[in-house]
């Protein structure tokens, strides 16, 4: 027999109160998969979501990407303690979609973080591990309501480039930040494309000891491919400074560009505009997601899935053929209709 489940006045009341043991379950709740769970999740979330407006915007979600190595953890140590002694609540949390699959998390390692991880104004979550990159993005934008409610007023989010997982975070959050090492001319090629598009703020860290030069070359030369990206007349062209985390320089430097651009994105009314697309774009990626699982669960689906497969190979169907097949196998099942 199954524990019974607080309500959700309970977990909202423990959550608005900041207390650690409601929060923690509140989490659970969001990263289950169970039913009865879901339920209970989306009512809380009903509750502790604030109406649109000030109070709303106060909060401040950053997003730190880079490969391993880059110096994530330590940044986000060194200016989560700085936060912290300004008087800010900070939250860190992991999209790490290679935990999906290997049940370990990259990110998230509370001893990475050993300071701040023992520090009472912050809360640090690994990764969820709830299957997709779509259940992580859910789980986590979820986790996003929850933090805020307890009073973290800064949220770091942090990823590895790993598939799509920039993307997801950075459309979670206000400012998308892109740490990376000193690289100049050829090596510059070996930085995707994709997240230089994405970033708000590119940061070149480790500029210390011997790198200095480096790193200042290589923020030269990366500002100048920031340019191509950026239009002149766009709101907003990423700078790109240089830090070392280690030892601790550039980082109010570089929480200072990540100020700027929220009050540039507020005082041309951007700034709302975004969350608010981000969370229309939020409910079709769960319609999205939805559809399509229910799509590969389907027993119709399942039973012309082979032959489908195997005609595309062979040539006998295209794609597009075959994927009306799919749908109208789907349909046939009863299934929402998404076309035939
Ligand atoms: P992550 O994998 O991106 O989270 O990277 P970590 O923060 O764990 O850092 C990886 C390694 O680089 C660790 O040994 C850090 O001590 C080191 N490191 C991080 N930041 C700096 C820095 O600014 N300068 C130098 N020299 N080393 C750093």
Redesign the pocket.
């Known amino acids: 027999t199954r524990a019974a489940l607080p309500t959700a006045d309970e977990l909202a009341a423990g959550v608005r109160a900041d207390r650690r043991a409601v929060l923690a379950r509140a989490i659970t709740l969001v990263e289950s998969r169970r039913a009865d769970h879901h339920e209970l999740a989306q009512r809380l979330l009903l509750e502790l979501t604030p109406p649109p407006g000030a109070a709303a915007e106060a909060t401040v979600r950053v997003g730190i990407t880079?490969?391993?190595?880059?110096?994530?953890?330590?940044?986000i140590e060194a200016l989560g303690n700085h936060l912290i002694s300004l008087g800010h609540k900070v939250a860190v949390l992991a999209v790490d979609p290679s935990s999906t699959r290997s049940g370990g998390s990259?990110l998230g390692d509370k001893t990475?973080m050993g300071t701040l991880a023992v520090n009472p104004r912050a809360y640090i979550r690994p990764s969820p591990t709830s299957g997709t990159l779509g259940g992580v993005a859910k789980a986590t934008r979820e986790t996003i309501v929850l933090l805020e409610a307890a009073g973290f007023d800064v949220i770091l989010v942090e990823t590895v480039g790993v598939g799509q997982s920039e993307v997801t975070v950075a459309e979670m959050v206000d400012t998308f930040c892109f740490?990376t090492l000193a690289r100049t001319g050829d090596q510059l090629q070996g930085i995707k494309k994709g997240v230089l598009e994405l970033a708000d703020v590119v940061v070149v860290?480790?500029?210390?000891?011997e790198?200095v030069v480096d790193a200042r070359v290589a923020a030269r030369e990366l500002s100048s491919a920031m340019r191509l990206i950026h239009p002149r007349d766009s709101l907003w062209r990423p700078p790109v400074l240089t830090?070392?985390?280690?030892?601790g320089t550039g980082v109010t430097e570089f929480w200072a560009e990540v100020l700027r651009h929220r009050e540039v994105l507020q005082e041309a009314g951007e700034f709302a505009a975004r969350r608010q697309r981000q969370q229309v774009e939020w409910t079709w990626s769960m319609v999205r997601d939805e559809v399509l699982s229910r799509v590969e669960r389907s027993d119709r689906v399942r039973a012309v899935r082979a032959d489908v497969e195997a005609g595309v190979r062979s040539g006998d169907l295209t794609p597009a053929l075959a994927a009306r097949r799919i749908l109208a196998a789907f349909d046939g099942a009863g299934g929402v209709g998404v076309g035939g």
């Open positions: 880079g490969v391993p190595g880059v110096g994530k953890s330590t940044t990259i990475r740490l860290n480790k500029a210390d000891g790198h830090m070392s985390a280690m030892a």
